[in-house]
T-cell receptor, first 115, second 111 residues
Framework: SAVISQKPSRDICQRGTSLTIQCQVD?????MFWYRQQPGQSLTLIAT?????????ESGFVIDKFPISRPNLTFSTLTVSNMSPEDSSIYLC????????????FGEGSRLTVL | QQQVKQSPQSLIVQKGGIPIINCAYE??????FPWYQQFPGKGPALLIA?????SEKKEGRFTISFNKSAKQFSLHIMDSQPGDSATYFC??????????FGKGTMLLVSP
């Protein structure tokens, strides 16, 4: 399995500010994924981050709002820019099983509250 | 085409009961159907998964039933326990990476 550490685990932010979430994995992985889980809702994929290339964003998500970095095979960051209360969510980092089984492992999430 | 419809939204059963959660999909290209379990304050964790070449898979008290012709699959929890109280998500994918999740079912198992 892969162990995923996310920071911060939670934060309260002011409208208009930006926050960067860090994701560290204990093994090298090709792809890392960022999901959003709004309160009481399902998981929505924001983007896929490959090391050494631009992240691929899903419909409805744009790089200016959610810039992603992927400097190496064990680390990624997601920034939530110019936040509004609608951005209050849990943001989850995820990686595929390095053994190629199709399983996704998730971090414990970063719970953001925007006032 | 990419949706996975999950029901019920919430479910309450008594200890020892057999909660059943159902999912339906449209995309016939989907070939991997996992179930994830999420406890409050935690990330989702893979519970059990199935591929379309089998109609049923059991792992401990958890069973997936799969009906390819109906494009439906379901999760059964045998002898449910209060510790099974969690939110359950079904999902589907046509590859190894991009999962489409259902909306989730909040299960409460009463003592």
């Amino acid at each position: 399995s892969a162990v995923i550490s996310q920071k911060p685990s939670r934060d309260i932010c002011q409208r208009g500010t930006s926050l960067t979430i860090q994701c560290q994995v204990d093994s090298q992985v090709t792809m890392m994924f960022w999901y959003r889980q709004q309160p009481g809702q399902s998981l929505t994929l924001i983007a896929t981050a490959n090391q050494g290339s631009e992240a691929t964003y899903e419909s409805g998500f744009v790089i200016d709002k959610f810039p992603i970095s992927r400097p190496n095979l064990t680390f990624s960051t997601l920034t939530v820019s110019n936040m509004s209360p609608e951005d209050s969510s849990i943001y989850l980092c995820s990686v595929e099983n390095p053994l190629g089984t199709g399983e996704l492992f998730f971090g414990e999430g970063s719970r953001l509250t925007v006032l | 085409q990419q949706q996975v419809k999950q029901s019920p939204q919430s479910l309450i059963v008594q200890k020892g009961g057999i909660p059943i959660i159902n999912c339906a999909y449209e995309n016939t290209a989907f070939d991997y159907f996992p179930w994830y379990q999420q406890f409050p304050g935690k990330g989702p964790a893979l519970l059990i998964a199935i591929r379309p070449d089998v109609s049923e898979k059991k792992e401990g008290r958890f069973t997936i039933s799969f009906n390819k012709s109906a494009k439906q699959f379901s999760l059964h929890i045998m002898d449910s326990q209060p510790g099974d109280s969690a939110t359950y998500f079904c999902a589907a994918t046509s590859g190894y990476s991009t999962l489409t999740f259902g909306k989730g079912t909040m299960l409460l198992v009463s003592p």
